[in-house]
C-alpha cells in the first residue's frame, strides 16, 4: 500500500502541473482533433466544429481525476480562423477550471507545391481552488486544521504561441504554451515560476486508395521548468464511404524521453463521423505499478460538423478523400 500511495503522489504531482495554466493533453487528443493541440488549427476545414470531451483517469482508484472539455473553431473570413476551448478538471480535492479563446491567421507559401504557414495565438484564464467543503474527520484527524479558513482559490492569466507548417500530405506543428512567468505561490512558495510547455506535432497522411488512408504521427513534449520531456507515438488508419462519412481506428503509446522503448502508457482509440455527427472512443492503460488498481484511463468525444461556406483560398480549405488533409 505504501509503494501505491508513492506512485499516486507522483502521478497526480505530474498531472496537476502538467495541467497548470493549460488545456490538459492526453494521448486521447487523436480522438478529438487537430484544434485540441495547438490554436494554429482553428478554422482549417469546411465546417464549424464542436466536441465535447469526458474523460475518466484511472477507473478503480478513489477520487481519481476527471476532466469535462469543449472545444470549437470556426473559420472568419478566407485566411483566419478563432476557437474556444474550455475545461472542469476534478483531481482529489482539488478543483481547476478554464478557458482559451484563440486566433490563427493562415498563409499561402507556394500554391503549386500546396505549401502554407500558419500562425496561431491564445490567451488562457484557469482558476484553481482546493474543495476544503469535502474535507472530513477521521479517527485519526478528529478536527479539521482552523488554519484552513477558505477554498485557497487563485486565477492565472497566460498566453500561448504556435506557427504551423503545411506541405502537401506533411504538417509540422511548434507550439509555446505558457509564455508568461508565474506569480510566485500565495500558499506554499514551493512550485516554479516557469510554467512554459513547447510542443511539437507532425505526421503525414499515405493514400492507400480513394477511400482510405494512414495517419501515422508524432507529438513531443517539453517542460522547460524542470525538464521533463515525453514522446507520443501515433497511428490511424480511415476509411471512407461515397459520401466522404468514415470511421477510424487507430492506438498511441507515450514514452518519457529518458525512459526510451519503455511506454509510460499505451490505447486503442477509434472513431466515426456519419454525416455532421461524430463521435469517438479512447483508451490508455498506464504501465506501473497502477496498473494493479485500475482499469485505465476512458475517453469519450461526440461532435457535431456544422455545414459553413467553402473557403475560397486553399490554406483553410478541409481535406477529405481528394486534396487536403481533413482536419476533423
Not at 98 to 120: C, E, N, P, R
Not at 175 to 193: Q, R, W
Request: aromatic fraction near 14%; proline fraction near 4%.
Amino acid at each position: 500500500m505504501k509503494k501505491l500511495l508513492q506512485y499516486l503522489l507522483i502521478a497526480l504531482a505530474m498531472q496537476s502541473y502538467g495541467q497548470e495554466l493549460n488545456l490538459p493533453v492526453f494521448t486521447q487528443y487523436l480522438a478529438d482533433n487537430d484544434f485540441v493541440v495547438s490554436p494554429t488549427f482553428a478554422g482549417i476545414g469546411d465546417n464549424f466544429r464542436i466536441r465535447a470531451n469526458g474523460l475518466t483517469q484511472w477507473v478503480g482508484i478513489k477520487n481519481a481525476p476527471q476532466n469535462l472539455a469543449f472545444y470549437s473553431d470556426i473559420r472568419l473570413g478566407t485566411r483566419s480562423g478563432a476557437g474556444i476551448s474550455a475545461y472542469v478538471d476534478r483531481n482529489g480535492h482539488t478543483r481547476q477550471n478554464g478557458v482559451k479563446l484563440s486566433f490563427a491567421h493562415h498563409l499561402i507559401l507556394d500554391l503549386t507545391t500546396q505549401q502554407y504557414l500558419s500562425f496561431g495565438l491564445s490567451y488562457n484564464v484557469n482558476n484553481f481552488r482546493i474543495a476544503i467543503e469535502d474535507f472530513n474527520t477521521t479517527y485519526e484527524n478528529p478536527t479539521i486544521d482552523p488554519r484552513v479558513t477558505d477554498d485557497r482559490s487563485t486565477t492565472s492569466h497566460n498566453f500561448d504561441v504556435g506557427a504551423l507548417y503545411r506541405i502537401g500530405e506533411f504538417w509540422l506543428s511548434a507550439n509555446a504554451n505558457n509564455i508568461l512567468p508565474k506569480d510566485d505561490d500565495p500558499f506554499t512558495g514551493f512550485e516554479p515560476n516557469g510554467l512554459l510547455n513547447l510542443q511539437f506535432y507532425s505526421g503525414y497522411i499515405f493514400k492507400l486508395s480513394n477511400y482510405s488512408e494512414v495517419e501515422p504521427s508524432t507529438f513531443v513534449q517539453v517542460f522547460t521548468g524542470d525538464g521533463r520531456s515525453s514522446t507520443d507515438l501515433n497511428f490511424r488508419y480511415r476509411k471512407y464511404n461515397g459520401n466522404d462519412d468514415f470511421y477510424w481506428v487507430g492506438g498511441s503509446a507515450r514514452f518519457l524521453n529518458d525512459q526510451v522503448l519503455q511506454p509510460l502508457n499505451i490505447g486503442p482509440m477509434a472513431g466515426l463521423k456519419k454525416s455532421f455527427f461524430y463521435v469517438s472512443y479512447a483508451y490508455q492503460i498506464t504501465l506501473n505499478d497502477l496498473t494493479t488498481y485500475n482499469t485505465g484511463t476512458h475517453a469519450v468525444t461526440i461532435g457535431f460538423d456544422l455545414f459553413q461556406s467553402l473557403s475560397v483560398c486553399p490554406c483553410t480549405k478541409g481535406k477529405y478523400r481528394k486534396g487536403n488533409k481533413l482536419y476533423q
